[in-house]
């Protein structure tokens, strides 16, 4: 039985999201029910759980007790009452979602393609049904898991509130109610996920706390899927994209090795971007409502989250300023290349790094582990040569502010690396390959829609023909012209 209660807890935020997303009428203007559905059931579960751990901050903050009256009761008649609003205003149909879901699993495709697509859904499954049994065969075992994140957990599910953490020298000064870890100031975004799976079963469990993993997971390869297809993406390539993403193996680790807070700033990252990407191309203001949302959780995630989501703005500025956007943002790249060399030659701090310029740069460890671990599959290799052969495609309207996003994304990951002390971390190709993770998948969402750019004219030139003449007795009655 607490076990279906672990079900219906999971299931909540979810629900949650979704219901947002039906309310506010989002995604518009899809091209198909599948793509609308799979946009929703990706971006549904992040916000959904971005929502309950703001729910959950805010039912501390009054003096109530985590439970399921406190958490789950109000967000489940919030969730009612938005389906039924949804329902009303047409944007949500319960008798369509086996329809739409069959489309889902069974497309309309040629026959090759569509053996191909069971394949790729079959090994999907599978590949999600043994990340499942890791996560429930193993108790938390990640260093920085279990000394800066489950520690919070432990102690909030305990008390059933959010208990102050403070620095060493608070603590054993004596602060009143206060507890101690190895990083007091993370923020709580994680631990209070892990919270609600353990309220959910009914007991402490340090293995069941972390299925969260999993299914943020899924929804962020459902969403990827659902954002390449609302670029006019084919099914198959779509479907494609979104394995790659699934098949990143530093991705999977953390899904197997849950705990850390890598894969929740990866995906809260990606779609954040994906929606922002959406707006350009579309200007309608319910995806910049999602986008801002994401955007603004990001910091609740990692500390980094505040930087990771600043390299938004230049996908902003490109988007609200065509002709003069790429000028303006590449301008802005210089400045902040030059303040940084200033910046390191002082004593300055950002985020709890010191800035520091390293002139002997860390190119080997860099290098090996992009390039020649088994962190990222092709990913850089495939990456950089699409970048290499399409360059210009990169620069057009249509793909320019995601490319400029990816390309902040990349000076962010090169600043850590060389001006920080993190560089001397590259040895042990842990905190860079795992700030690697946070653009990883957006850039395979990049890659997809570049080679979908290079593809498109042949396939257009391919799929032309002659059409038949207007007396041709075909093009009256509506058949194929006799080859």
Not at 167 to 186: E, H, I, K, M, V
Not at 399 to 427: D, E, N, R
Request: include cysteine.
């Amino acid at each position: 039985m607490e076990y279906v209660a672990l079900a219906l807890g999971l299931a909540l935020p979810w629900a949650l999201g979704i219901a947002v997303l039906a309310a506010l009428q989002w995604p518009v203007g899809a091209a198909s029910a599948s793509e609308a559905c799979a946009l929703r059931i990706g971006y549904g579960y992040c916000i959904g759980a971005l929502l309950l751990t703001l729910w959950m901050r805010g039912v501390s903050a009054i003096g109530l007790r985590f439970g399921w009256s406190s958490i789950a009761a109000p967000l489940a008649v919030i969730t009612v009452g938005l389906c039924v609003y949804a329902v009303r205003r047409g944007q949500l149909s319960f008798t369509a979602i086996p329809a739409t879901i069959r489309s889902l699993l069974r497309p309309e495709l040629p026959r090759w393609q569509q053996l191909l697509w069971t394949f790729i859904l079959s090994w999907l499954a599978l590949r999600y049904a043994l990340l499942a049994a890791e996560i429930a065969w193993r108790p938390l075992y990640p260093w920085d898991a279990w000394i800066q994140w489950a520690t919070k957990a432990r102690v909030w599910y305990e008390l059933g509130y959010m208990a102050p953490f403070v620095t060493g020298d608070r603590w054993l000064a004596g602060a009143p109610g206060a507890f101690f870890d190895a990083s007091p100031n993370y923020p709580a975004t994680v631990p209070l996920l892990q919270v609600w799976s353990c309220i959910a079963l009914g007991r402490w469990d340090d293995t069941v706390m972390n299925w969260p993993w999993l299914l943020l997971l899924i929804a962020l390869v459902v969403a990827v899927y659902g954002a390449l297809r609302g670029e006019v993406v084919r099914p198959l390539p779509a479907l494609l994209g979104a394995y790659l993403v699934a098949s990143l193996p530093l991705l999977d680790v953390h899904v197997a090795l849950a705990g850390y807070a890598d894969l929740p700033m990866a995906a809260t990252y990606t779609l954040a971007a994906l929606a922002l990407y959406r707006w350009a191309l579309r200007r309608d203001v319910r995806d910049a409502i999602v986008a801002l949302f994401l955007a603004l959780c990001g910091a609740l995630i990692k500390t980094p989250g505040i930087v990771w989501m600043l390299t938004l703005l230049p996908g902003v500025i490109v988007a609200l300023l065509p002709r003069r956007g790429m000028r303006i943002v590449g301008a802005a790249f210089a400045i902040t290349a030059l303040l940084l060399l200033v910046l390191a030659r002082t004593d300055t701090t950002l985020l709890g790094y010191p800035l520091h310029l390293d002139f002997q740069l860390s190119w080997r460890p860099l290098s090996e582990g992009l390039f020649l671990f088994g962190n990222w599959n092709l990913l850089w290799y495939g990456a950089i040569a699409l970048a290499f052969c399409a360059w210009r495609h990169l620069r057009e309207p249509k793909l320019a502010p995601l490319a400029v996003i990816v390309a902040a994304g990349l000076g962010f990951l090169l600043m850590v690396a060389w001006f920080t002390i993190a560089s001397a971390w590259l040895a042990e190709q842990t905190t860079f390959n795992r700030a690697t993770l946070h653009l990883a998948p957006l850039v395979i969402c990049l890659s997809v829609l570049l080679w979908h750019e290079l593809v498109q004219p042949m396939t257009a030139m391919a799929g032309s023909a002659p059409g038949p003449s207007p007396d041709d007795p075909s093009a009256r009655g509506g058949g194929m012209p006799e080859a």
